[in-house]
Each structure stands twice: as C-alpha cells, then as structure tokens.
C-alpha cells in the first residue's frame, strides 16, 4: 500500500491538472500561438463538461483522502487546490446556462421571440449519445461521381409525410480534415426528430484541393438536393445550412455566392439559393482586414494550403475567398454564432461581419455571442448545445414558415 506521502504528492500532483483544465477554461486566449491547440483541447472539453470534470475531480479527491493523503502537508494544499477548481467549474457551468440569455437577446431583438421545443435533456447525462429512436440515417449517397469525397448522409424522420425542410450541413476542420459524420450531430438529430431532412456533406479537402474547390463541393450537395432531395422526403425549395469553422467558412459563402456561375461549373443553371445561414464560429475574413490576429494570422497556413498563393498574387481570390467581401443587401436571413473565448476563430472576426451584414442586408441578421464558450463549443451533448438546440430550432422554422407563408392576393386596382 503507498505511503501517506506518496498519497499526498499524488493528490497534489492531480488536483493541479484539474486546476490547470479550470483556469484554461476560465480564460480567455491571448497570444497563444504554438500552444494554441492544446490550450483549445483543455479548455473546449473542460468549459463544455465541467460537472463531469467536477465529478472525476470529487471522486479523486474522495479517494486521496481515504488513502489519507492529508496527514502530509501536499495533501492539505492539493484540497485547498481541489476546492478552488471546483469553485471554477461551478462558475464555467453557470456561463453555459447564460448562453439561454444570449440567445433570447438575438431571438427578440430579430423579432422571432423565444418559445422552448423539445429536447432530450438526458443527453447532457450522456454526452457523446447521439442516436435518436424516430431518426434513421441513410449513408455514402454520392452527390457527384467525380471525387471519392463527393458522398453525403441523410438524416430524416422514420415516419414521413411529405416533403420537409431541409438543413445542409457542412462539417469543419481547417479545410484539411474532417467528415459528414462528425460535427452537429446532436443538432442533425434533433431536427430531424421534429420533421426535417438533414443531410451532412463531405467535399474535397487541401492540400490536394485549392479553393475555391471546397465551395464548389458544398454547391454540388446543394445541387444534388435540388435534383434528388425529394426522393428521399426533403423539400428542395426550401434548404436552410449550417456549419462550424471552416464549414461556416463555407457556409457563409453559399448563402451570398447564389447562382455565381463561376462557382457552379457544368451546372450553371441550378437555383444554389438558400432560404436562410446559421455559421457557427466561422472564418469570415482571410484577409484579416481589421488586423485581429496580428501574430497568430492564417495568412501563412492558408498561402501554403488552401489557396496555393499570397494575396499580393492573386488579390481577386483572397477576396473571393472572404464572406465579409461577399456581402450584398440580397443576402438570406442570417444567424451567427461565437463564443467569447474562441482560440481558433477570434469573436472579432464575428463581429465585423455581423456588422457590415446588419448595415447591408435586407434580411434580418441575428448574433448570439456566448459567454465563455469556445470553439466547436456544440459538437457534443451539454448544457451550452442544449440552448444552441431550441434557438437554431426557433430561427429555422421561422425561417421556413416565412419562405412558405402564402403570399397576399394582388387587389385590382389596389
């Protein structure tokens, strides 16, 4: 059996990585640079778990002490560590139930209210569950025969009647990774279980692909469900698509690309319009024209391998490239959402575009900024995605009743 102190320094050693999870989580990134993604790591699973992270920390704390860890001195100090963690996470747990706030904030001051649907509130319990018993998915559907890349899944209700809205979802990934069976699998399921189609897309990935061949994947999905959606129940006159990071990238630029025949090569007729956009922590400007990154820029990353060169080369397609140049008073009704304390995609960037979109845009543009959460803060069940849920819910099937509310008759004369 160990020694009290063994027990004790083992207890101190423990509860400063717990504390080292809390204080990632608590804080917001700066000039993070190579430590960037581990930083995320940490902080993302903490601030999106943290009742599970306070349950594996209680249960280590129960456990050191039984071992009698505090007849040493290391032990007194890990407790007084330990508490303090725990005081953290109660903290991170109460900023995830203000994201409700922010998103009541967005809903009304875009005059769609805010009214709960139903979710399965058990998969906060059991986060990583994601099937849903009224759900079926129809997998590797190919969308073009070009590409290996060119598959997609559906997801739609067992018991159909007709044909519903559709959600396009686009996963992330840096554009360089990533799957259709990845990503905004709780918001997939949840829609689908109230009547829509979803389907997920996978599309070409860099460095082999150079942009824009990742929008022209996402336009060939759409396509597709323009000309096949039906069969397998979805409305496609009606298509509403998300995507987080680079997929709301991607997602951004398909709702203010509509019908560019330069980026609908061999099918230049088809209608790639959407009836609304909900990006999730979305890259919005290569360019970083309001220098938010500073040291930690993309630039080099995206020259070497997703755009195969700089923007002194080749400006035109830096721009393109932009959602936030790609603005236009045409644009469908929008919903953006970041977190305050994204590492990956700075909530300034956010900002920006929902700025020049709000001073453009005809449609309504809805900005739910959510204290404390970072990126990808949705991907998993928890409290945080159980807001996101009802919300984008709200948004999208105001979004389609407004596409599909008969117009008025034209009076004579009037």
């Not at 105001?398 to 509310?405: D, K, L, Y």
Request: hydrophobic share 45%.
């Amino acid at each position: 059996m160990p020694s009290p102190a063994l027990v004790s320094w083992l207890f101190l050693g423990a509860s400063l990585v717990g504390a080292a999870f809390t204080a990632a989580a608590l804080q917001r990134p700066r000039r993070l640079r190579a430590f960037v993604v581990p930083y995320f790591l940490g902080a993302w699973l903490t601030s999106e778990l943290a009742m599970h992270h306070l349950a594996w920390q209680a249960v280590a704390t129960v456990a050191f002490v039984a071992g009698g860890a505090l007849g040493v001195w290391p032990g007194m100090v890990a407790l007084a560590i330990a508490f303090a963690s725990w005081a953290g996470l109660v903290e991170l747990q109460r900023r995830a139930a203000r994201a409700e706030s922010a998103y009541r904030t967005a809903l009304t001051e875009g005059a769609l209210g805010f009214a709960a649907v139903g979710e399965r509130t058990g998969h906060v319990v059991r986060p990583f569950t994601m099937r849903h018993p009224r759900v079926e998915r129809l997998r590797d559907l190919a969308y073009d025969d070009a590409h290996p890349r060119h598959r997609l899944d559906v997801y739609r209700p067992r018991v159909r009647d007709g044909l519903r809205p559709t959600l396009l979802q686009i996963h992330g990934g840096g554009w360089m990774i990533g799957r259709k069976d990845q990503q905004a699998l709780p918001l997939m399921y949840h829609l689908a279980s109230r009547g829509w189609v979803c389907v997920a897309a996978n599309y070409r990935l860099s460095p082999h692909a150079t942009f824009p061949d990742h929008l022209l994947d996402v336009k060939r999905a759409l396509a597709w469900i323009r000309g096949h959606g039906a069969d397998y129940g979805a409305d496609p006159d009606v298509v509403v698509v998300t995507g987080g990071s680079a997929g709301g990238h991607l997602a951004a630029l398909l709702a203010l690309t509509a019908g560019d025949p330069s980026l609908q090569p061999g099918f230049e007729d088809v209608d790639t319009s959407v009836a609304g956009c909900v990006p999730f922590y979305g890259i919005y400007d290569f360019l970083d024209r309001h220098g938010e990154r500073g040291r930690e820029s993309m630039r080099p990353f995206l020259e070497r391998y997703v755009m195969k060169c700089s923007p002194e080369q080749e400006p035109e397609r830096w721009e393109a490239a932009s959602p936030i140049a790609r603005v236009h008073a045409g644009a469908p009704p929008f919903f953006v959402i970041h977190g305050t304390h994204d590492a990956l995609a700075p909530v300034e960037d956010a900002r920006h575009f929902v700025r020049l979109l709000r001073e453009t845009s005809r449609q309504p543009v809805l900005y739910a900024e959510l204290p404390g959460a970072q990126h990808a803060f949705e991907t998993f069940h928890s409290l945080r995605t159980r807001h996101t849920l009802r919300a984008v819910t709200h948004f999208a099937e105001h979004v389609v009743a407004a596409r599909t509310a008969p117009r008025p008759l034209a009076v004579p004369g009037g």
